[in-house]
């Protein structure tokens, strides 16, 4: 038997692993230490636990520990990167290069920018949610100062090509920032061997606490700098000041220690799971998957079901299973997924996806149980839905004009 509710929504965040927690539970009470605190036993037990997460969170990404920053989330390493070099290179130029498909952090933090002069180009991605790289170069102007395009795309998994878009940074001299929040502890990630400038994280991504998550910011070749966005004692290098979450930044540690012995094995597993998953659900008519096949992080499916509303879908189903019809940031809006929008769907076919994420706790049980419930409920909808009747009628729905009484 099956225990219900089924959580297949792990882009929006993951349980705490009970081997993350365990590390961390000490540090809420016996060793509560500040770890600015230098002066005695208490701050220098909460320092040396979090240069070691230091060390964890920076050998993930093949990174030297003094390179990585801690922050509160995603959220704010990207603030940081965009806005911190933003104002840190000024005086080389303006000019910021990203995609349409971003997380909403990146694009609304370009908005801001953006009034305070900044020049951005958001760059157009084709059917599949792919770049072209040729566009991207073509993009760079002598006031270019950074392009920031993420690791693995948060609604249809895609993963972008880093390398070569590290390799286009470099070539003319414009640093590189990527979001990896979703790809960290899912995929291999080497900022040294990927000529990665900035990297975002976040650990309630990888089976970490939330709020807490660090910007990987490169020390050589080149040496990169950010202007702080939070002013205070000057904690870390002074690019990110305030007390440090030393709980939520052992777990974060911890998680990052696990991801990076079991990662393959569950890629593996989870990739299994997700093309059962994908196959089965395909069997049904009409039915569509988005974005990239091929380049794709392990764990995301997004698809579509013709001729049926993606909010009432879920309705049918939601008390079983835990799904979302875009990125949770923005799940609360009636819009249709503007990362669906920019690969080419129209409102109706966008409004129709789901986007099914699996993580290291879902089993194969789970995955036969949402497939039936998943295909139970479409038929049952579109047996409802006059449209579908008209499709199956032959009638080029194209065609037919709907009039207001």
């Known amino acids: 038997m099956v225990k219900l509710p089924i959580y297949l929504d792990n882009s929006a965040t993951t349980p705490v692993d009970p081997r993350v927690l365990e590390q961390m539970i000490p540090y809420f009470s016996e060793k509560f230490g500040n770890a600015a605190s230098r002066s005695h036993p208490f701050g220098w037990v909460a320092e040396e636990a979090v240069d070691y997460a230091r060390e964890q969170v920076a050998k993930l990404i093949n990174a030297d520990p003094k390179e990585i920053i801690f922050t509160s989330g995603s959220t704010e390493a990207n603030n940081l990167a965009l806005k911190g070099v933003f104002e840190m290179y000024r005086e080389k130029g303006n000019h910021i290069i990203t995609v349409t498909t971003e997380h909403k952090c990146i694009l609304d933090t370009c908005k801001h920018l953006g009034k305070q002069g900044a020049e951005i180009t958001y760059l157009n991605v084709n059917d599949e949610g792919e770049l072209n790289l040729q566009e991207l170069e073509a993009a760079i102007t002598p006031k270019t100062i950074l392009i920031s395009v993420m690791y693995a795309n948060n609604e249809i998994g895609l993963i972008h090509p880093i390398k070569e878009i590290a390799a286009i940074a470099k070539k003319h001299n414009v640093l590189f920032h990527t979001d990896a929040t979703?790809?960290?502890?899912?995929?291999?990630?080497?900022?040294?061997?990927?000529?990665?400038?900035?990297?975002?994280?976040?650990?309630?991504?990888?089976?970490?606490?939330?709020?807490?998550?660090?910007?990987?910011?490169?020390?050589?070749?080149?040496?990169?700098?950010?202007?702080?966005?939070?002013?205070?004692?000057?904690?870390?290098?002074?690019?990110?000041?305030?007390?440090?979450?030393?709980?939520?930044?052992?777990?974060?540690?911890?998680?990052?220690?696990?991801?990076?012995?079991?990662?393959?094995?569950?890629?593996?597993?989870?990739?299994?799971?997700?093309?059962?998953?994908?196959?089965?659900?395909?069997?049904?008519?009409?039915?569509?998957?988005?974005?990239?096949?091929?380049?794709?992080?392990?764990?995301?499916?997004?698809?579509?079901?013709?001729?049926?509303?993606?909010e009432g879908l879920m309705m049918a189903f939601n008390k079983d299973i835990a799904v979302s019809s875009g990125s949770a940031c923005t799940s609360a809006s009636l819009e249709p997924s503007y990362v669906l929008k920019a690969l080419g769907l129209g409102d109706e076919l966008a409004h129709s996806s789901i986007r099914f994420s699996l993580g290291r706790f879902n089993t194969e049980d789970q995955i036969d149980f949402t497939i039936q419930r998943v295909k139970d409920a479409v038929t049952k909808l579109r047996d409802l839905s006059p449209l579908w009747e008209m499709y199956k009628e032959g009638i080029d729905m194209a065609t037919v004009e709907f009039k207001a009484h």
């Open 182 to 310: 979703q790809a960290a502890g899912k995929v291999p990630i080497d900022v040294q061997a990927e000529g990665i400038h900035l990297l975002s994280m976040s650990a309630h991504k990888m089976y970490g606490p939330k709020g807490v998550g660090c910007l990987y910011v490169r020390r050589k070749n080149p040496r990169v700098k950010v202007t702080a966005q939070m002013d205070g004692g000057g904690h870390e290098r002074g690019m990110r000041s305030g007390t440090l979450n030393v709980p939520g930044i052992v777990g974060f540690g911890a998680a990052a220690e696990i991801n990076l012995k079991e990662m393959i094995d569950e890629a593996a597993r989870l990739s299994k799971l997700r093309d059962k998953l994908e196959y089965a659900l395909m069997e049904l008519e009409e039915v569509h998957v988005n974005g990239n096949r091929e380049h794709r992080l392990p764990h995301i499916t997004n698809i579509s079901f013709k001729w049926v509303e993606g």
